[in-house]
């Protein structure tokens, strides 16, 4: 994570509808970086974890 190797996001409609009770519906992928390419919040995408941890506050 600190290498900001993570990159991608699992499709959360996939994990919540997924009724396999071994994977959950996660597809880890090296090709896309752990998922999809990028992770949207409202109108804001995130294209990393750091992208997004800067933009918390309390």
């Known amino acids: 994570m600190f290498n900001?190797?993570?990159?991608?996001?699992?499709?959360k409609e996939v994990i919540e509808a997924s009724a396999d009770a071994e994977t959950f519906g996660f597809e880890a992928s090296n090709a896309t970086g752990g998922g999809?390419?990028?992770?949207?919040?409202g109108e804001t995408t995130y294209t990393n974890i750091f992208e997004w941890l800067?933009?918390?506050?309390k």
């Open 54 to 57: 800067n933009d918390q506050s």
């Open 4 to 11: 900001n190797q993570v990159t991608g996001v699992q499709d």
């Open 36 to 41: 999809a390419a990028a992770a949207t919040v």
